[in-house]
């Protein structure tokens, strides 16, 4: 089986994969202090309790946009599961996806593997709308190549920034509403419907401008944990893929093995 490593900016998603099927997903807050036992310690657990061996693993590939942890998640896999990773990022991996942009390196590693699967599944051109501690918006011309994007604030981190700001705005969850009303009428309505509705407007805004520069109906593919809430309420979003990242590992992996 194969071990791919998500390390994003909140969680550090370990999954399993079978060859071609996710068999097993676990997610961890990412610590830029945790060693490679501290890892082993809690993932060796969550592997018995599903009856999983270190000896199933045959291969790792690591992503990673905090450049911190990719040492002890390397001694992970090499101590631990007896295998070299593959780092996205490294020079000799080859992604197999054109990065057209000013400096390559800039590149959040989790938006070039979406990047590859989003291309390999769905075909291009496309945007994928990431919810993740940022929202972000990223285009694959229609002969495949990374062509840049947004970064914009997340949608939590929007919520965070609020609360802490403003000393009567209370801390409140991301939900759909369940009316298309714009109007608050209650604090916490007035910042649930302001946040939901105006990433909604943000998400349908942007997806117009970037179709309208690029000339061209490009499918808009979503993904991220918050992607199936707002793609449920506007018809901005074509299709949503919850497996994105982990999907771009694996075919990485193949292409590079």
């Not at 202090?33 to 501290?38: D, I, L, N, V």
Request: some cysteine; glycine content about 8%; charged content about 20%.
């Amino acid at each position: 089986m194969l071990l791919t490593i998500d390390a994003g900016n909140t969680n550090t998603v370990f999954a399993l994969i079978d060859g071609k099927n996710i068999v097993e997903q676990w997610r961890i807050s990412t610590g830029d202090q945790r060693t490679a036992e501290e890892y082993m310690v809690w993932i060796s657990q969550l592997m018995a309790l599903h009856n999983r061996k270190t000896d199933d693993v045959e291969g790792a590939i690591i992503a990673s946009v905090v450049p911190q942890v990719v040492w002890p998640l390397t001694q992970l896999c090499k101590k631990y599961f007896n295998c070299k990773p593959m780092i996205v990022g490294a020079p000799d991996i080859d992604l197999g996806v054109d990065v057209r942009i000013t400096n390559p390196q800039e590149v959040g590693a989790d938006r070039l593997v979406n990047a590859v699967a989003a291309n390999a599944i769905y075909g291009a051109p496309l945007v994928i709308v990431d919810f993740g501690t940022a929202t972000t918006f990223d285009v694959v011309g229609e002969d495949g190549a990374y062509l840049g994007g947004l970064i914009c604030p997340g949608i939590n981190l929007s919520l965070s920034a609020l609360h802490q700001a403003a000393a009567k705005l209370p801390r409140i969850a991301v939900i759909a509403p369940d009316t298309d009303r714009v109007t608050g009428k209650t604090t916490q309505e007035a910042m649930q419907f302001g946040v939901f509705w105006g990433y909604v407007g943000m998400i349908e805004g942007l997806v117009d401008r970037l179709k309208a520069e690029h000339r061209e109906d490009m499918k808009i593919l979503a993904t991220g944990g918050l992607a199936p809430i707002f793609a449920n309420r506007t018809d901005a979003i074509d299709e949503v893929s919850g497996e994105l990242t982990l999907e771009g590992l694996r075919l990485i992996y193949e292409r590079n093995s």
